[in-house]
């Protein structure tokens, strides 16, 4: 099993976008960014409501060191799974700042952000947008990806929101790990860069699952609340999946010796 070499990145806490297919024409303004759009974002989406914070800045780091382990390995993270020990350690936050980061660099051409944590989803509220119909219905058949998955305009991003989920404990069995692993798979001929918000490792078995059919795993540790043997759990629980590194959240940049 490889590791990462340690944190990746330390965000502030001083640390908000819509709908490749499908957009939502509505929303364009005179400079394809949106009023509408603008309003609904959550204020913590950072990398696009206040690029040059701080915070934002943190994003970028992350960003471009998971850029440099790819060119010193000469291969290609392609999906990255976003993912921690427990409950509200900022998953989705940093998959959602980590993928607008991707988009604003054009690097890759087709960037994805995937709301993979059906039993707690949150992404479709980050941007304001209807959490249906997404990943749930793409899993099950119900739509294709073209009508699934949206186009952000002014932000070059595309969201695959969780979907109607039938309730927290009917969410195993609705949807079974190969439907997942094949929606996944066609993601990941679709876009360039796909990042998927998963649920946390020590509360159920598709975070596990889920950073297992990725290329590799960030956890995010929220500072003052996750243990390090939680961590060290989490991390076990990852079996055979690739770990990236860990995210330390929640603390100010200076701290840690960073900038500002
Ligand atoms: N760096 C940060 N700065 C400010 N607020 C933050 C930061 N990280 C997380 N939060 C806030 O903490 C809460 C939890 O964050 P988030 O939803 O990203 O966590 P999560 O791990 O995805 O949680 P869940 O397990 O419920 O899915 C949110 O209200 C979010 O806005
Ligand atoms: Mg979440």
């Known amino acids: 099993m490889r590791r990462g070499d340690g944190a990746w ?3 502030s806490r001083r640390a908000s976008v819509e709908g ?3 957009e939502a024409p509505e929303d364009e303004g005179a400079n394809g960014t949106s009023e509408a759009l603008a309003n609904r974002l959550d204020r913590n989406l950072v990398s696009l409501t206040s690029p040059d914070s701080e915070a934002a800045d943190q994003y970028r780091l992350l960003f471009h060191r998971l850029r440099r382990a790819e060119m010193d390995q000469g291969e290609c993270l392609r999906v990255v799974a976003v993912t921690s020990a427990t409950d509200g350690e900022g998953k989705s936050l940093t ?3 980590l993928a607008l980061i991707a988009a604003g660099e054009r690097v890759s051409e087709r960037v994805l952000l995937v709301d993979a944590d059906l039993r707690r989803p949150s992404l479709h509220g980050f941007f304001g947008v209807p959490a249906s119909p997404g990943l ?3 899993a099950r058949g119900e739509v294709t990806s073209a009508v699934a998955v949206r186009s952000l305009k002014g932000c070059g991003l595309c969201l695959l929101t969780a979907g109607a989920l039938p309730g927290a ?3 195993s069995g609705a949807m079974t790990g190969a439907a997942l692993e094949r929606v996944i798979g066609a993601l990941r001929q679709d876009f360039d860069a796909v990042y998927l918000d998963v649920p946390p490792l020590l509360s159920c078995a598709d975070g596990a699952f889920l950073a297992g059919v990725s290329d ?3 956890i995010v540790v929220r500072a003052f ?3 390090r043997q939680m961590v060290a759990q989490a991390v076990e629980t990852l079996g055979k999946a690739r770990l990236l590194g860990c995210v330390l ?3 100010e940049a200076r701290r840690q010796g960073g900038r500002g």
């Open 9 to 11: 990145g330390w965000l």
């Open 20 to 22: 490749a297919a499908r």
């Open 95 to 97: 998959a959602a700042n």
């Open 136 to 138: 749930f219905e793409l």
């Open 169 to 171: 404990r009917d969410v």
């Open 216 to 218: 590799g795993a960030l």
């Open 225 to 227: 609340q996750t243990s």
């Open 249 to 251: 959240n929640g603390v």
